[in-house]
């Protein structure tokens, strides 16, 4: 990150602990929380005051740096890290990327820096795959907020605005938690690049009228196959994608990749608490007592993807992880 970013670091390590912009009060207030303690940490993570997968993979080498410096056992850290996000496989590559590690601090600080120059490197690789003055639509937030910096989905939207090729995005509201219009629409405004916000259910009537030239969103974990776990709601976005003959692109760092996973049928899907299906801001929008569902992420099969953009290039099917 430079001085001159419109969006300061997500998440890094300052004089003894984890400083992150705390997402939960986006997009009101623009907000600092530190975390001192692994607990600490793992309550950030849970309640999403950080974040999207690359972000999460600095958090876990972060909460490990966490454990050396406060003296907590490192494997029980580890393991209780872990357990807050079960899809997204970079939380549990950062954290055993700082077990690894001689220096948990120097491996943390060394992995944020990097996962800033993967994602320019994989905004640039994408780029290209924006059509001039293509029409973006992109679901929840796989922006700088979900990464150390820069982006993996809108870091191919800002490579592609960089290079002078004028997108413009639609944007996902990203039902229940709205990450959508409270992060993306944030970023994009930061960033002068133009943006319509959508509620979710427009995306196929957007796509009907020809109004969208390709889809890009992030991921959170993708199996050896290709398939790919993101937000929920992704699935039926590729499925429209595919339909209307779109170009569906995943955008994603390499550490997203879990080659031990054979297919998304083997992807562990997250369930969160069903208030954030019933509730918004604290206000009921269901009877209360209301059952509810909420499942945190979806599976889009490989078939439905054009490609998968990563640091070390586009990555077309058939997918071989």
Known sequence: MTAADPIPPTIEWREGAVRMIDQRLLPGELVF?????????????RTLAVRGAPALGVAGAMGMALAAVTGEAPDDAAGRIVATRPTAVNLAWGVARGLQAADPVAEAIRLAADDVDRNRRLGAHGASLVPDGGRVLTHCNAGALACAGYGTALGVIRAAAEA???????????????????????????????????????????????????????????????????????????????????????????????????????????????????????????????????????????????AIITEDGVLRPPFRL
């Open 33 to 45: 929380v530190e975390a001192r303690t692994v607990d600490e940490l793992c309550h950030a993570i």
């Open 164 to 306: 002078g090729r004028r997108p413009s995005v639609w944007v996902d509201e990203t039902r229940p938690v709205l990450q959508g219009s409270r992060l993306t629409a944030w970023e994009l405004d930061r960033l002068g690049i133009p943006a319509t916000l959508v509620a979710d259910v427009m995306a196929g009537s957007l796509m009907g009228g020809g109004e969208v030239d390709c889809v890009v969103v992030g991921a959170d974990r993708i199996a050896a196959n290709g398939d790919v776990a993101n937000k929920v709601g992704t699935y039926g976005l590729a499925v429209l994608a595919h339909h209307h003959r779109i170009p569906f692109y995943v955008a994603a760092p390499m550490s997203t990749i879990d080659s031990t996973c054979p297919t998304g049928a083997d992807i562990p899907i997250e369930r969160r608490s069903g208030d954030e299906v019933t509730s918004m801001d604290g206000h009921l929008i269901a009877p209360a007592g209301f059952a509810a569902e909420n499942r945190a992420f979806d599976v889009t099969p490989a078939a439905l993807i054009t």
